[in-house]
Nanobody, 123 residues
């Protein structure tokens, strides 16, 4: 079983910064990709940023130049540095990981989600 534990959410004023962290634990062979998604009431969950095990990143257009995703493969942890925050960044942020579990012929890919951490940006 895989667990993703998020931390770092909170309340910040517009223009401020926050850093989210997500650590993966449990039984798995490897993590191929980790990312952050966000969701507001009544809207679909959307990708904010993602990073592969090789370091390739992609970002939503709305956060490019303001957010930076990084990962520590040794710690199975992904970070999201959020700068110049805007009220429209207010959402619940979810960590996501694509992993390989099992061994040998039984190895298979799975996806896992964290429980979410709330980010509120006041104007």
């Amino acid at each position: 079983q895989v667990q993703l534990l998020e931390s770092g959410g909170g309340l910040v004023q517009a223009g401020g910064s926050l850093t989210l962290s997500c650590a993966a634990s449990g039984s798995f062979f490897s993590i191929t990709r980790m990312g952050w998604y966000r969701q507001t009431p009544g809207k679909q969950r959307e990708l904010v940023a993602a990073i592969t095990s090789g370091g390739t990143t992609n970002y939503a257009d709305s956060v490019k130049g303001r957010f930076t995703i990084s990962r520590d493969n040794a710690k199975n942890t992904v970070y999201l540095q959020m700068n110049s925050l805007k009220p429209e960044d207010t959402a619940v942020y979810y960590c996501n990981a694509d992993l390989l579990i099992g061994g040998g012929m039984g190895r298979q890919p799975i996806g896992s989600w964290g429980q979410g951490t709330e980010v509120t940006v006041s104007s």
